[in-house]
């Protein structure tokens, strides 16, 4: 499986953080129509966690969260990178992390499944299936 080329890859989302999400998602609203992604909502409830907006009905997406924006530094870089894969491949290349020895840590969001990983440079990465409940049934 390593050096296997896994087909779908699309980007899911692109954390930002910001002083306060939901000043900053009336901005993002109003300059580029973006909008609360429906069934994400539970995960903004807690103030750790991302507020979602998007301006494509949810196909790509914004993750707001509460802290230091970064783009006030003239280092500044997204904090994150997120893909996203159906079901069977997201299985599949969750596995070759880890027969090519890529620490991993994957977390169950209820909705959705993440892997997190770090490119060699420390690039924060991730790759996320919304078909959490059928990657669940495949596994058990």
């Not at 998602?25 to 750790?48: F, I, P, S």
């Not at 003239?74 to 491949?89: D, M, S």
């Not at 599949?92 to 060699?120: C, K, M, W």
């Not at 440079?121 to 495949?138: C, F, K, M, N, P």
Request: charged letters at 25%; hydrophobic letters at 40%; a negative charge.
């Amino acid at each position: 499986m390593a050096g296997e080329r896994i087909a779908g890859f699309t980007l899911d989302h692109v954390e930002l953080f910001v002083p306060d999400r939901g000043e900053a998602a009336a901005w993002y609203g109003t300059v580029l129509g973006c909008e609360r992604v429906r069934g994400a909502e539970r995960w903004a409830e807690d103030r750790t966690g991302p507020l979602m907006i998007s301006p494509d009905g949810g196909r790509t997406k914004l993750a707001l969260f509460e802290g230091e924006p970064q783009g006030a530094r003239p280092t500044a870089g997204f904090h994150r990178v997120a893909f996203r894969l159906p079901a069977g491949e997201w299985s599949r290349f969750a596995a070759s992390l880890l027969e090519q020895g890529i620490p991993t840590r994957v977390v169950d969001h209820g909705t959705a499944l993440s892997v997190y990983f770090n490119d060699p440079w420390g690039h924060h990465l991730e790759v996320t299936t919304y078909d959490a409940d059928e990657v669940r049934r495949s596994t058990h």
